[in-house]
């Protein structure tokens, strides 16, 4: 049984402040990982404020720090759409991100959409290869110890593409296709929870007054199933990253607060 941290929470004022100190930590993290052991892994999301951090890394001078060509940049989960599709998580972190520094393209590991031939199946179970190609024997799994992972959360509490109560949140293969998503479009590629939590590091960054409710149960006792940000938690460290409003209904004494 994997072992998980418990959630640290870190309040900004508002969402732009919020993108910024996001992206501030994801560069110190990148360099101080690529320091200690040569190279580094991420897992990107998408969403308004998970592009707003990448376009926040790409406007800040600092970005120069992290040597690009050394780490693997991964994805949460994907919409089964063609590539360039705006809707894409890939084309929303390339236009804001990836296309402005230097990464290795074969460290650029892309969920496949419908015009490569594959069905969602098909792409979920290339991902996973991919995922296991890149194990090492030190990882203990068929998943990366990704040293940190990104994830928007819904004001239903999803994470990635898990929604409430759907059949991927009992999926123990570390990729499914999910069919039938509440949120268009119906079709998706996800990591699952168990390979969620095999990262080192596991960020779950939100803004706005919709997802109070959803961030105060990620941090109870809700099960996962029905809350599946409940179970958005890293090996190592958890983070709760949030601007004021979305962690508004938060009860006194629920979770770690720390300092900006």
């Known amino acids: 049984m994997t072992t998980v941290s418990v959630p640290t929470i870190v309040v900004h004022r ?35 404020v998970g592009i707003a951090t990448l376009a926040a890394i790409a406007a800040t001078p600092a970005r120069v720090a992290v040597d690009w060509r050394r780490l693997d940049v991964w994805w949460g ?62 990882d203990h799994g068929p998943v990366p110890n990704f040293d940190v992972m990104l994830l928007g959360m819904g004001p239903d509490a999803h994470v990635a593409s898990l929604f409430p109560g759907m059949p991927a949140l009992y999926d123990t293969r570390p990729v499914v296709a999910v069919h039938g998503a509440p949120k268009p479009p119906p079709t998706r590629i996800s990591l699952t929870l168990p390979a969620i939590q095999s990262s080192r590091e596991v960020w779950v960054v939100a803004a706005g007054e919709e997802k109070s409710g959803a961030v105060r149960l990620a941090l109870s006792d809700s099960g996962p199933v029905q809350v599946p940000s409940a179970g958005a938690r890293g090996r190592g460290r958890t983070l709760f990253l949030l601007d004021r409003t979305a962690a508004g209904k938060i009860p006194p004494g629920l979770g770690r607060m720390a300092s900006p």
Not at 27 to 47: E, F
Not at 77 to 96: I, Q, V
Not at 119 to 137: H, I, M, N, V
Request: hydrophobic share 40%; net charge negative; glycine share 8%.
């Open 14 to 48: 508002d969402a732009d402040v919020l993108a910024k100190a996001v992206a501030a930590r994801i560069i110190t993290r990148l360099v101080d990982v690529q320091s200690a052991k040569g190279s580094a892994s991420i897992v990107l999301t998408g969403g308004t």
């Open 77 to 138: 989960d994907e919409r089964f759409l063609p590539t360039g599709d705006k809707e894409r998580n890939e084309t929303g972190a390339r236009e804001a991100l990836l296309d402005h520094v230097d990464v290795d393209p074969e460290r650029v590991h892309v969920m496949l959409g419908p015009d490569s031939g594959l069905t969602a199946e098909e792409s979920a179970e290339a991902y996973a290869t991919d995922l296991r190609k890149a194990s090492r024997p030190e």
